[in-house]
């Protein structure tokens, strides 16, 4: 049914006015069953997808006001031993909920953002036809019901290994190499880059760089980073470029990876890892020093990647 741009206005004002401000009914809950999802996450087509699925945990998320205007209806993460459904509802009450689902064996890579209360989990996977991206905001409270589905997930996209899913480790080279490192990308790198069963193989650090503006002042212009090699992930680790309280986590499976491209932007490269699924290609960008990047470049060529240069870009 159409709806005019007054009616959804309307709606919207009224439904921003139920949103919970405080309290512990603006932070998500573990749900025991899908009969305790809220009606507007509840329809006859999440019942038949939950039917053919093993519900593992379920995560539901009150309505958000985020960026100080937009509302986000309720929303729900369904995790199965496999994959992950999201359900979002409606503004509409007479209308179901949009249903994504992803299988962790089509992921092309996963970014969790958690900086003091604020969180967002983005999520690009293999598609129906093309990559699907799955991205919400979330209070930083339900990490702790959120970091092991979610580890799960990457689990799930893995190869089959036989390394131990209990156990990391990395080498004497390795450990010293994290010594070398500020004490919280050191401790960064045991609490979330190396996942359970993987082993170390490579790391790189840039510190942040910044460039001279008015002349007494510096414009940060590349936040702290740090790129790790596992035995099954590359995983860059970050600070946000302006609150130094928090990361920003990316983890990118080793085999959706078909190469890294490198090209040249003034003092710095864009660093393009080209990723496929399928038929389905993708990539992942981020901004590195020449130096940073010539070390990454030695190192992943080292373990067997494809790396291609590109020309700077002409003015």
Same mark, same amino acid.
């Given at each position: 049914?159409?709806?005019?741009?007054?009616?959804?206005?309307?709606?919207?004002?009224?439904?921003?006015?139920?949103?919970?401000?405080?309290?512990?009914?603006?932070?998500?809950?573990?749900?025991?069953?899908?009969?305790?999802?809220?009606?507007?996450?509840?329809?006859?087509?999440?019942?038949? %997808?939950?039917?053919?699925?093993?519900?593992?945990?379920?995560?539901?998320?009150?309505?958000?006001?985020?960026?100080?205007?937009?509302?986000?209806?309720?929303?729900?993460?369904?995790?199965?031993?496999?994959?992950?459904?999201?359900?979002?509802?409606?503004?509409?009450?007479?209308?179901?909920?949009?249903?994504?689902?992803?299988?962790?064996?089509?992921?092309?890579?996963?970014?969790?953002?958690?900086?003091?209360?604020?969180?967002?989990?983005?999520?690009?996977?293999?598609?129906?036809?093309?990559?699907?991206?799955?991205?919400?905001?979330?209070?930083?409270?339900?990490?702790?019901?959120?970091?092991?589905?979610?580890?799960?997930?990457?689990?799930?996209?893995?190869? %089959?290994?036989?390394?131990?899913?209990?156990?990391?480790?990395?080498?004497?080279?390795?450990?010293?190499?994290?010594?070398?490192?500020?004490?919280?990308?050191?401790?960064?790198?045991?609490?979330?880059? %190396?996942?359970?069963?993987?082993?170390?193989?490579?790391?790189?650090?840039?510190?942040?760089?910044?460039?001279?503006?008015?002349?007494?002042?510096?414009?940060?212009?590349?936040?702290?980073?740090?790129?790790?090699?596992?035995?099954?992930?590359?995983?860059?680790?970050?600070?946000?470029?302006?609150?130094?309280?928090?990361?920003?986590?990316?983890?990118?499976?080793?085999?959706?990876?078909?190469?890294?491209?490198?090209?040249?932007?003034?003092?710095?490269?864009?660093?393009?890892?080209?990723?496929?699924?399928?038929?389905?290609?993708?990539?992942?960008?981020?901004?590195?020093?020449?130096?940073?990047?010539?070390?990454?470049?030695?190192?992943?060529?080292?373990?067997?990647?494809?790396?291609?240069?590109?020309?700077?870009?002409?003015?």
């Amino acid at each position: 049914m159409d709806r005019s741009t007054d009616d959804q206005k309307k709606r919207l004002a009224e439904l921003k006015k139920d949103v919970p401000g405080r309290g512990l009914e603006r932070h998500p809950s573990v749900l025991k069953s899908l009969s305790e999802l809220p009606s507007e996450l509840q329809s006859p087509a999440v019942t038949d %997808l939950a039917a053919c699925e093993a519900i593992q945990t379920i995560i539901a998320f009150p309505p958000q006001i985020q960026h100080g205007w937009q509302y986000v209806p309720k929303q729900a993460l369904l995790f199965t031993p496999t994959g992950v459904i999201h359900l979002l509802g409606s503004i509409w009450p007479d209308q179901e909920p949009e249903i994504t689902s992803l299988k962790g064996c089509g992921l092309m890579y996963m970014k969790v953002t958690l900086l003091l209360l604020y969180g967002f989990l983005e999520i690009i996977a293999q598609g129906q036809g093309s990559p699907t991206r799955v991205a919400m905001e979330f209070n930083t409270v339900a990490w702790n019901f959120l970091s092991r589905p979610l580890r799960q997930l990457l689990k799930s996209s893995e190869a %089959l290994s036989d390394t131990p899913s209990d156990k990391t480790g990395y080498s004497r080279t390795m450990g010293q190499a994290l010594e070398n490192l500020p004490v919280k990308f050191s401790n960064g790198v045991k609490i979330y880059g %190396l996942l359970p069963g993987e082993e170390l193989q490579e790391l790189v650090f840039q510190p942040g760089t910044w460039k001279r503006w008015l002349y007494f002042f510096r414009r940060p212009v590349s936040a702290n980073t740090l790129l790790l090699l596992t035995s099954h992930y590359m995983v860059v680790i970050q600070e946000e470029l302006k609150v130094e309280q928090g990361w920003i986590l990316s983890y990118i499976p080793r085999n959706s990876i078909t190469g890294i491209r490198s090209q040249p932007c003034g003092l710095w490269n864009e660093l393009s890892v080209q990723l496929k699924q399928g038929d389905q290609p993708g990539d992942y960008k981020l901004m590195l020093k020449s130096e940073a990047v010539e070390a990454w470049r030695r190192q992943w060529v080292q373990h067997g990647g494809v790396w291609e240069e590109i020309p700077a870009q002409q003015a």
